[in-house]
């Protein structure tokens, strides 16, 4: 299921937040990091999907 959420991830970085955390914080920062730059927000995703 990792992998699966890894990649929505690197398409939609929000989306594999989403999967992993549902409507927290984490998933609210990383619309944020996605809108400032996709990088930022890739980044963050997989770190976030990574420490759960």
């Known amino acids: 299921m990792d992998l ?14 989403f999967l992993q955390v ?3 914080i984490d ?3 990383n619309i944020l990091l996605t ?5 930022p927000g ?3 995703a997989i770190w976030v999907i ?3």
């Open 35 to 39: 809108l400032l730059g996709y990088i």
């Open 4 to 17: 699966l959420r890894i990649i929505c991830a690197v398409f939609l970085p929000p989306l594999g937040v």
């Open 42 to 44: 890739i980044v963050h």
């Open 50 to 52: 990574a420490k759960k």
């Open 27 to 29: 998933f609210w920062i």
């Open 22 to 24: 549902g409507f927290g």
